[in-house]
C-alpha cells in the first residue's frame, strides 16, 4: 500500500479492509486470509498440525516431520503472503529482528498520519491496548506493561528491587546482556551477588537437569550461609536456544521462595504461554522479534496478586523509569488494585502509533491462533534438527532436541567438519557471511559464542530461527547449502 493510498484511507475516516489495500494483484486465498484477520468477517477454524513424533510408517523422524510441515501449505503460503520480507533473502535470523507484516505496517503508517495530522501527544498509561493484549497471555492489564524491549523490561524488574548487600541471584553462564547488565549494575550498587550455573550443551539433557541444577545450587549457597534472594534465567537462552522449563525452575522458585526473573526475549509470537498460570514474578519479552512488532516495543509482565500458581508474597519493587507513582498504593498492591503495569508503561509522552502497531502485530498472531504458529515453528526446528543430525550427527547439536520441554524454535550447532574448528571464532563468522554471499537467495543466519562445559575456548556456533514465513523445501536448501559450504571449508 502506497503512502497515498494510506492517506487516502484517513482522509476519508474509513477503516482499513482489503478493498482500500492494493489487493487486485493478490490471490483470492490471500484476500480470505487478510479478512480472517480482521479485515472483514469470518474467521476460518483451522486445524493444528500433529506434533512431532518419527519413525511412524517406515518413516525416518526428518520424513514424517516434513509430512507434518507441508500438510497445510496452502495456509502458510497465505501467511508468509503478508510480510514485505526482501525474495533475495532467507530470513533465519529472527532471534534477532523480526519484521512487521502488512497489517501491522498498514496501522503504523496510518496511526502516524493521524497523528502527525493533529499533533497527537502520547501521555497515557495505555490501559486500554493492555486490556486487549493481556488475556493473550494469561495476565490482568494491571500485570502486563508495554516496555521499549526486552533489556528495557529487565531493567525495570532488576533495578526495581528493594536488593540488601549480600543477596545472591542464581542465575546460568548463557545469559545475554539484556538482564546481566542490570544484575552488574545491582552487583555495583546493591553489593548483591551473582552465582552463575555452567550450561549444558546438546541433546543430552532433560527438563529434570535443570530442576536439579537449579535446586542444587539454591541448596548449596544456603548451606554456605549465603542468603539466595532471586532467580534469572532465560527461556530460551539466545545461545543454544534451551528452552529452560518455566513450569520446572517455578517449582524450584516456590520451594525455596525467590523472586523469578524471567528473561523471555523470544517467547511472545513464538511460544504460547499463559503467564499467570506459570506464576513468575516477572517475564521480559520482545515486541520486536518473533512477534513482529514495531522496534522499540516489548512486554514486561509483572505479577501484581498472589495466585495459587505462585502463592509467595510479592516482591518488593518500585518503578525506576515513570510517570505514574503512588507510594501507598503500591505498597499495598498485594491488597487493593494498583495497576503496577501502568507505572512502566507510562514515562513522559511515547509513541502511540508504535504500540497501536504492536497490539496489530498481536492481532495478526491471534487471528492465525499461536498455538498454531508454535507448533509449526517448533516443528520446522525439529524438522531441522534431524537432517542436521542426518548429515553432522547428533553430538554436532548445541540445542536439546528429545525433549519437548526444552525445545522451541532455534537451533544452534556446528557446521564444521572438522568439530574444533567451532571455536575459530573467523571461521564462524567467514560462515555466515558466505552463507550470505555465496548463495541465491542468500541465508541470513548468525553465530553466537558460548562457554561449553570442559571445552578450553569459548565455541561459535552458527544459530538459525525458524518462523512462520520459512516452509520445509528452505530448510532443504539451507541443510544442503551449509553442508557443501562446510565441506568447502574444510
Ligand atoms: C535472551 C535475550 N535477552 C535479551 C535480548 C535483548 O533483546 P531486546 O533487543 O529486545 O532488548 C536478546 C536479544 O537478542 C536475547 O536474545
Redesign the pocket.
Known amino acids: 500500500m502506497s503512502s497515498v493510498q494510506v492517506e487516502a484511507s484517513v482522509q476519508n475516516c474509513t477503516a482499513i479492509t482489503p478493498e482500500t489495500l492494493a489487493t487486485e494483484n493478490w490471490s483470492s486465498k490471500r484476500r480470505d486470509f487478510l479478512r480472517m484477520l480482521g479485515y472483514g468477517a469470518g474467521a476460518a477454524a483451522l486445524g493444528p498440525l500433529m506434533t512431532a513424533c518419527g519413525g511412524a510408517n517406515g518413516q525416518t523422524a526428518a520424513e514424517q516431520l516434513r509430512a507434518e510441515l507441508v500438510r497445510d501449505t496452502a495456509f502458510w503460503k497465505n501467511v508468509d503472503g503478508m510480510f514485505v520480507l526482501n525474495p533475495a533473502k532467507y530470513f533465519m535470523n529472527i532471534?534477532?529482528a523480526g519484521s512487521m507484516p502488512q497489517p501491522t505496517l498498514d496501522t503504523f503508517a496510518a496511526d502516524n498520519l493521524a497523528k502527525a495530522r493533529d499533533s497527537l501527544n502520547g501521555y497515557s498509561n495505555f490501559a486500554d491496548l493492555r486490556k486487549k493484549l493481556a488475556p493473550t497471555f494469561g495476565v490482568d492489564y494491571d500485570e502486563l506493561a508495554i516496555s521499549?524491549?526486552?533489556?528495557?523490561?529487565?531493567c525495570h524488574a532488576i533495578l526495581g528491587l528493594d536488593w540488601q548487600p549480600g543477596d545472591v541471584v542464581v542465575t546460568t553462564n548463557h545469559?545475554?546482556?539484556?538482564?546481566l547488565t542490570p544484575l552488574n549494575i545491582a552487583v555495583a550498587r546493591y553489593g548483591i551477588e551473582v552465582s552463575m550455573i555452567p550450561m549444558p550443551t546438546g541433546n543430552n539433557q532433560t527438563a529434570a537437569t535443570y530442576t536439579n541444577l537449579f535446586d542444587e545450587r539454591v541448596r548449596q549457597l544456603k548451606a554456605q550461609g549465603k542468603r539466595v534472594r532471586a532467580m534469572m534465567w532465560?527461556s530460551?537462552?539466545?545461545k543454544t536456544g534451551t528452552l529452560l522449563p518455566m513450569a520446572e525452575l517455578m517449582g524450584v522458585v516456590k520451594a525455596h521462595g525467590l523472586i523469578s526473573i524471567v528473561?523471555?526475549?523470544?517467547l511472545p509470537g513464538m511460544m504460547q504461554y499463559d503467564y499467570g498460570a506459570l506464576g513468575m514474578d516477572f517475564m521480559?519479552?520482545?515486541?520486536?522479534?518473533w512477534q513482529c512488532g514495531p522496534g522499540s516495543t516489548?512486554f514486561l509482565i509483572i505479577r501484581n496478586k498472589v495466585r495459587s500458581s505462585n502463592p509467595l508474597p510479592l516482591p518488593k519493587w518500585f518503578p525506576v523509569h515513570t510517570s505514574s507513582y503512588n507510594a501507598a498504593a503500591l505498597a499495598n498492591r498485594a491488597n487493593a488494585f494498583y495497576d503496577v503495569a501502568a507505572s512502566v508503561t507510562s514515562c513522559g509522552s511515547v509513541h502511540t502509533p508504535m504500540f497501536n502497531a504492536l497490539v496489530k502485530s498481536c492481532e495478526v498472531w491471534d487471528g492465525i491462533g499461536r498455538a498454531k504458529i508454535q507448533t509449526y515453528v517448533t516443528t520446522m526446528s525439529a524438522y531441522l534438527k534431524e537432517k542436521i543430525v542426518e548429515r553432522w550427527g547428533i553430538n554436532s547439536l548445541y540445542s536439546p532436541k528429545d525433549d519437548p520441554k526444552l525445545t522451541c524454535a532455534l537451533t544452534c550447532f556446528n557446521p564444521f567438519r572438522n568439530p574444533a574448528d567451532v571455536m575459530d571464532s573467523k571461521k564462524s563468522s567467514d560462515f555466515v557471511a558466505r552463507m550470505a554471499s555465496d548463495y541465491t537467495p542468500s541465508f541470513i543466519i548468525r553465530n553466537v559464542n558460548f562457554p561449553v562445559i570442559g571445552a578450553a575456548a569459548d565455541h561459535y556456533g552458527i544459530r538459525i530461527s525458524t518462523h512462520l514465513w520459512t516452509n520445509a523445501d528452505e530448510i532443504d536448501a539451507l541443510v544442503d547449502a551449509m553442508w557443501t559450504l562446510s565441506g568447502k571449508m574444510a
Do not use: R
Open positions: 532471534g534477532t521499549a524491549n526486552t533489556s528495557s523490561g529487565m545469559e545475554h546482556g539484556g538482564g532465560s530460551p537462552t539466545y528473561d523471555g526475549a523470544h521480559s519479552g520482545a515486541g520486536h522479534k516489548g
